[in-house]
């Protein structure tokens, strides 16, 4: 596994200010499917979508792309990925009459960033890691 941190990278992370509570870092991190790499962590915090009364921190993973980019297009991958954590998050909250629309699949092969419309409910209930 490399360990190549593409220029401006970590230097922008350690510069980043967030929400409150929110964390942000770089590591090596192998998976358990044999990928894995060099990883973007945002640690969020957040309530239970089920049960407001419940805080969660949640730690959202991302592989670094293997790039050349300049400073400017780092920042921007940084600001993108943010975008996709509050998007996920609005997936998770966002009801009409009762119904999430839009809830992430957090299943096994599934893209928890992907915003989907009107799931079922099946797949919308998983869990992380569930198959």
């Known amino acids: 596994?490399?360990?190549?941190?593409p220029p401006h990278l970590a230097e922008l992370i350690e510069q980043i200010e967030y929400k409150p509570g929110w964390e942000f870092?770089?590591?090596n991190r192998p998976r358990e499917d044999g990928s894995g790499g060099l990883?973007?962590?945002?640690?969020?915090n957040a309530?239970?979508?089920?049960?407001?009364k419940t805080p969660m921190r949640v730690?959202?993973?991302?592989?670094?792309?293997l790039a050349t980019y300049n400073r400017n297009n780092w920042a921007a991958w940084?600001?993108?990925?943010?975008r996709d954590v509050e998007a996920h998050e609005a997936a998770e909250?966002?009801?009409l009459?009762?119904?999430?629309?839009?809830?992430?699949h957090h299943s096994n092969g599934e893209d928890p960033y992907r915003i989907w419309h009107v799931s079922d409910w099946a797949t919308a209930n998983k869990s992380s890691g569930e198959a």
Do not use: C, W
């Not at 730690?59 to 792309?65: A, D, K, R, T, Y």
């Not at 940084?78 to 943010?82: G, Q, T, V, Y």
């Open 59 to 65: 730690n959202h993973l991302f592989l670094v792309p």
């Open 39 to 44: 990883t973007f962590h945002i640690v969020s």
């Open 97 to 104: 009459d009762g119904v999430r629309e839009f809830a992430p």
């Open 25 to 27: 870092y770089l590591q």
């Open 93 to 95: 909250f966002f009801r």
């Open 78 to 82: 940084i600001f993108d990925r943010i």
């Open 1 to 5: 596994m490399t360990k190549f941190v």
């Open 47 to 52: 309530v239970d979508s089920f049960d407001f």
